[in-house]
C-alpha cells in the first residue's frame, strides 16, 4: 500500500474513531420528548378555554388552588394537581402532519379546549391546542401555538383538560380549614347555642353551660364534617337565601382553628322539596357570593347533634388513687373494702374480715371509672320507681382517707315485658339498666351487662371474706316462683 493510501485510511479512522466518541458522550436521544419542561409545581395558573366556557385556575398556596374564571371559589387541590402534572409530563408520541394546510381534520381548527400555562415567574407558555382523537392507533392530536406541526399525545389528555367549572371546584364542606384542626365549635339553632372549646385533646362544653364533652363525640362530629362531599352546586349568582331556607338555618356550624380565628360557618337550610330528592339546602360562607349546594338528608342528620349528644357521659368522674373506703349494698349485699397498705385490701362482710384479693378490687374500680352511658334520659330524676331506683340492684359509695365522700353510684337492672297485641304474637323480654349518682341529678342509661358486672366483682369480693360453703352431697336446690311484672328489678346474679 502506497504511503498516500496508508496516511487516507489514518485520517479516515481518526475521523470515524472522533464521530465514535463524540457520539458517545452525548445524552440519549428522548424517546418521547416533552411539551414543555417544566415541574408541575412550576406552574402558577392554567386556563382551560373551550368554545363555551373559559376557566381559570391559579395557585393559592401551598397544595391550595383557587377558581377565578368564571367564579370565585376554591378549586379541589387534587383535581387540579392531576391536570398540572399531566401538563407538565404531557410527550409528543409522534407527528402527523409537519406542516398542515387544513387542520378541520385534527379537529384544530376549532379546539375542544386550549391549554395555556404561566409558570411561577410570570411566563406565559405557548399555547396548546386539543383536538380529536385519532382514528387510527392510540393517540389524540394537539397543535402547540408557536409550532406549525400538528403532533400526537397520549389520548387521556384531552379529557384530563376538558373540564366544567363544576368538575374543579372543591367539594369540601370546610374548604378554608381543616375541621381536624378546629378548637372551638359554635352550633347555632333557634332553640339556642351550643359552645365548644379544646384545650390541648380535651373538649369542653362552654354554653349554655359548662361541663366536659365526650372526646369520641365531638371527633365524630369532626371527622363527618371532614369527609363528606357536598353533592351538586344548585345557585351561585347571589343567591336569595330565603328561597333555600338559608337566611334563618335550622343549623349554623361554625369551626375555628388556631390559623383560622375569624371561622368559617357550615349552614343547613330547606330539604329539597323535588320528588325522590334525597337533599338538604346547604351552604359554606356568609359571602353574597358563597354558593348554595346540596347535601344528603344523612349528613344533615349526622350532624344535627346537641347538648346531650356531645356532653360526657362518664358516669361518676373520681381519681381512683383517691379511694381508701368503699361500701357495697343491695339485695343480699352488705360489704366494705377498706385500703390497708399501698396495695393491700381488706373486705368485711357478715361481721367477717379477710385480706382482699387487690386485682378483684383494682377491677371493681376500673368498672366504676370507665362505667359511661348510652343516654343521659333526664336531667334530673322525677320519678324513682320508673328508673329503679327505690331498691337500685347495687349501690357503690367512695371515700377518701379522710371520710370524704367521693361518690355514690346506685345502679338499677329492670326487666321489661311487652305483652303480645295478639294470639300470633309471643311476650317479649329484655333488659334495661339505669345509675345514678350523688355528684349531679342525671339519670344515665347503661348496659345491663355494666349492672351484672359489677354485681359479679361484689360477689367475688364477698367470697373473699365469707367463703361460699361446699354444698352436702344429700342437699338439693330449692325452686323459686318468679313473676314478670311489665318493669321489674332483676337481681343481678
Known sequence: MSLRNTLVVFILLIIVGGYALYLNHQPPPEANPKVYHLDAKDIRSIELKSPDRDIVVERAGAGKWNITKPVNAPADSGTVDSIANQIASLEITGTADEHPTDLAPFGLAVPAVTVTVVTTDGKTLPSIMVGRQAPIGNAGFIKVADKPAVVMVAPSFAADVNRHVNDLRSRSLFPALNPLDADRIV??????????????????????????ADNEAVLRLLRLLDNVRLTDFVDDAKPDLGKYGLANPSLAITLYAPDHKDGQTLAFGYVDPKVGSNAVYSRTGTAPDDPVYTVTKDVFASADVGY??????????????????????????????????????????????????????????????????????????TDPQRYGMVTPAITIAMFDDGGKSLGVVRASLLEITTKPQSSDEKVETRHQAYATTSLDSDVYQIEPQAVQDLRNTADRLHSDAVPTPTPSPTSSPTAHPSASPAASPVAPH
Open 187 to 212: 352550633m347555632r339553632r333557634a332553640t339556642g347555642t351550643l359552645e365548644l372549646t379544646r384545650t390541648n385533646d380535651k373538649w369542653m362544653i362552654t354554653r349554655p353551660t359548662s361541663y366536659p
Open 308 to 381: 346531650d349528644d356531645l356532653r360526657d357521659k362518664t358516669v361518676v368522674r373520681f381519681d381512683p388513687s383517691k379511694v381508701s373506703r368503699v361500701t357495697l349494698t343491695g339485695a343480699g349485699l352488705d360489704e366494705t373494702v377498706e385500703r390497708h397498705g399501698k396495695n393491700q385490701w381488706l373486705v368485711t362482710a357478715d361481721g367477717k374480715s379477710a385480706p382482699a384479693e387487690q386485682p378483684v378490687v383494682q377491677s371493681l374500680l376500673d368498672q366504676l371509672h370507665t362505667l359511661t352511658a348510652k343516654a343521659i334520659v333526664e336531667d334530673n330524676l
